[in-house]
């Protein structure tokens, strides 16, 4: 009964994580169909409002000019641009290569301020900083290694145009810019393009949900002003942010041709502590917007929570209850052959479950041609990416680099759980950056 029981469980936690994938691949595909051959045009728009660039920079002194030229080089009226550069808290020379970009004559016009900053909060307090002394009526965020594409911030102020009074705020998209680098920046490189060009497309194709992404986006300042800024101590601050604006019911649009270039950790340490970081800080936002699935909060808050709960609970105890199951039963058989006479463990499958066990095995291998499936039609939808390595990657990830990720989800979790037990203070750990 109890081995039946645990089976039951795991066919259901998988069927969940097939809708969501179904869902996710319907949403991207129907999008695509009729996106995919749009060309883009850069075209005047009917007006320029003025825009604060910020970027926040904590000892990025390897990657700060490369980002700082990028961002003075976007496709944007220079007078409707004031830009922000934060060294906070810096002990190399971040500034100094700041200043060495934004010194060069054809600079010497532009609104900039190199800002040596020394106080508390992390991204979110220089973010809250930069609120108080923006000009701009809209309010754009670059990470220090996050390169803007030349017409990235226009295609965001002009997806927000579309619909000003509705949209506050618009996001676009972020590629990897050293995804041949090794194993593991090809698997990360797979992961983002999943989320941005398959489930980011699905939720606002089929709903009109759009969440903040950590750069590249831009939001109306006096919306930010409103809402009294950033969360100190938010471990993810843009997803905190974007539920904050969703339950004001306004609307974060997709600008998907806005791009910019991030670099990716190339070290599994410096992956698995940024990834923690972010694991815990989705959980932190489960947890304090799950009451809005019983007030009345607008119906795209509780689906957007509905939706994390299934990424964040459902599909990883899938995962885990399978590889459990599957783990238990592939001891059974090794000892088994050590063991003369059968050995019997628990949750091993009898004849009693034998039926039971053939549907939990379809639905597995579902589970795997459907990852393998959403990874493959985001690469298909960027050009260059499509090619036989990459279905071979994707397969071999879901055994490897996707495993990690669920171990990353339980660390995450459980680390939660105990800095709100004992009080402990979060731990910022800074991801390390390699020169291009």
């Known amino acids: 009964?109890?081995?039946?029981?645990?089976?039951?469980?795991?066919?259901v936690t998988i069927w969940i994580g097939l809708l969501t994938s179904l869902i996710n691949l319907f949403g991207a595909t129907k999008f695509w169909l009729k996106h995919a051959n749009v060309r883009a045009h850069v075209t005047p728009l009917p007006t320029y409002p003025t825009v604060t660039i910020?970027?926040?920079?904590?000892n990025e002194e390897l990657v700060i000019a490369q980002t700082t030229q990028a961002i003075l080089n976007l496709n944007y009226p220079p007078a409707q641009v004031e830009v922000l550069l934060y060294a906070d808290n810096c002990s190399d020379q971040t500034a100094a290569m700041m200043h060495q970009v934004v010194d060069r004559p054809e600079y010497a016009n532009r609104r900039i301020q190199v800002i040596e900053r020394t106080g508390t909060g992390g991204k979110s307090g220089v973010l809250n900083d930069a609120l108080k002394i923006a000009q701009g009526e809209?309010?754009?965020v670059y990470d220090a290694d996050a390169m803007p594409e030349e017409h990235a911030l226009y295609f965001l102020i002009k997806q927000i145009l579309r619909n000003p009074r509705r949209y506050v705020?618009?996001?676009?998209?972020?590629k990897t810019r050293n995804a041949k680098q090794n194993f593991l920046t090809r698997c990360i490189n797979q992961e983002i393009i999943v989320t941005q060009r398959i489930r980011h497309i699905a939720l606002w194709n089929l709903f009109g949900i759009g969440y903040i992404p950590g750069t590249n986006f831009a939001v109306e300042t006096q919306a930010m002003r409103d809402l009294g800024g950033w969360q100190d101590g938010a471990l993810t601050e843009d997803t905190d942010l974007s539920f904050k604006l969703m339950l004001q019911n306004k609307q974060i649009a997709l600008a998907y041709q806005s791009e910019a270039f991030q670099q990716e950790p190339e070290r599994v340490k410096d992956y698995y502590f940024q990834r923690l970081r972010w694991g815990k800080g989705n959980y932190q936002v489960v947890f304090s917007n799950f009451r809005h699935l019983f007030d009345h909060s607008h119906w795209r808050v509780k689906l957007e929570e509905i939706y994390f709960i299934s990424n964040f609970f459902w599909f990883n105890l899938a995962v885990i209850l399978s590889d459990g199951i599957f783990l238990l039963n592939l001891g059974a058989m090794l000892l088994n052959f050590v063991t003369p006479?059968?050995?019997v463990l628990p949750f091993t499958f009898g004849q009693d479950a034998y039926l039971l066990y053939q549907v939990l095995l379809v639905n597995w291998l579902l589970m795997i041609l459907l990852y393998v499936l959403q990874i493959n039609l985001g690469l298909a939808t960027q050009f260059g990416q499509t090619s036989p390595g990459q279905l071979w990657l994707a397969l071999v990830a879901y055994f490897t680099y996707g495993q990690v990720f669920i171990v990353l989800s339980i660390h995450a979790l459980i680390s939660l759980l105990v800095d709100r037990v004992t009080g402990r203070r979060v731990q910022w750990v800074k991801t390390k950056r390699f020169a291009d």
Do not use: C, F, Q, S
């Open 1 to 11: 009964m109890v081995i039946k029981v645990v089976l039951m469980l795991t066919l």
């Open 341 to 343: 006479g059968g050995v």
């Open 169 to 174: 705020a618009a996001y676009g998209r972020n």
């Open 138 to 140: 809209y309010l754009a």
């Open 54 to 58: 910020v970027v926040p920079a904590h």
